[in-house]
């Protein structure tokens, strides 16, 4: 343990880490994030319980259009609104192989979910990372879903899942899709193996629509899950 420490400062030391939005000097440990940008995100501060929107009142926990109608998951946890320098961060994220961006958020998340989002509430007791179909795995080569998930999983201790629920259907960017479009899009798109889970984390980096993550859920509510938590970088 001693070596370990000892071996990642002296790494630190050779290898600075840089923030990921100005490329200065970070100086967090696993966070490459410096302390000027961290306080400058368009972090979310009052979002509503369900949906992970910003709230327009601050004495309400959820939206008007939640309290008509909850979502077919039971909550959505985001760190911050898709909203300046967000985009390019997970741009970067996704096209540009920055898997640094995912660690930084992962971990940001992680630090979220323990002292504020579950401060009193159980833990999931699996994360899924929002599968990509296996040709865009393929393209890209590598999930950024996953990626964000590892530093959760192994703050929290909560395994990771990625055989359960895959993508079956190569389906278009849903960006590029008109709402009612992205519903055809997404129909069948899942599917879902046998499994125990009751209370499922479902991890992604960012949240539009909510689309992907309501056809998801209604597969994985199909199969026997009575939660399902959604923890995402930004919501949209
Ligand atoms: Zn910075
Ligand atoms: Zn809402």
Request: proline share 6%; aromatic share 4%; with cysteine.
């Given at each position: 343990m001693l070596f370990k420490s000892y071996l990642s400062s002296y790494l630190n030391y050779l290898?600075?880490?840089?923030?990921v939005i100005c490329g200065l000097n970070s100086q967090h440990v696993n966070i490459d994030l410096?302390?000027?940008?961290?306080?400058?995100?368009?972090?979310?501060?009052?979002?509503?319980y369900h949906c992970g929107l910003e709230l327009q009142d601050n004495n309400s926990i959820k939206c008007n259009k939640c309290n008509d109608n909850v979502p077919m998951f039971n909550r959505c946890c985001a760190l911050w609104q898709y909203s300046p320098p967000i985009p390019r961060l997970m741009s970067g994220l996704k096209f540009g192989g920055k898997l640094n961006v995912a660690y930084t958020?992962?971990?940001?998340?992680?630090?979220?979910?323990?002292?504020?989002?579950?401060?009193?509430?159980?833990?999931?007791?699996?994360?899924?990372?929002v599968p990509l179909h296996r040709k865009r795995l393929q393209q890209r080569g590598y999930?950024?879903?996953?990626?964000?998930?590892?530093?959760?999983s192994k703050a929290l201790q909560i395994p990771i899942d990625v055989l359960t629920c895959?993508?079956?259907?190569?389906?278009?960017?849903?960006?590029?899709?008109?709402?009612?479009?992205?519903?055809?899009?997404?129909?069948?798109?899942?599917?879902?193996?046998?499994?125990?889970y009751?209370?499922?984390a479902l991890v992604d980096?960012?949240?539009?629509?909510?689309?992907?993550?309501?056809?998801?859920?209604?597969?994985?509510?199909?199969?026997?899950?009575?939660?399902?938590?959604i923890w995402c970088v930004a919501r949209a």
């Open positions: 290898l600075p880490r840089t923030c410096c302390s000027y940008c961290c306080k400058h995100l368009p972090w979310l501060k009052n979002a509503c958020c992962g971990a940001l998340l992680a630090i979220a979910i323990k002292t504020k989002w579950y401060k009193t509430q159980a833990l999931p007791e699996i994360i899924i990372p999930n950024q879903a996953l990626e964000i998930s590892r530093p959760i895959q993508r079956i259907k190569h389906t278009k960017p849903q960006t590029r899709l008109s709402k009612v479009n992205r519903v055809q899009n997404l129909t069948a798109a899942f599917k879902v193996l046998p499994h125990k009751q209370h499922v980096d960012v949240v539009t629509t909510a689309s992907t993550i309501r056809a998801i859920s209604k597969a994985l509510t199909a199969t026997g899950v009575t939660h399902v938590d």
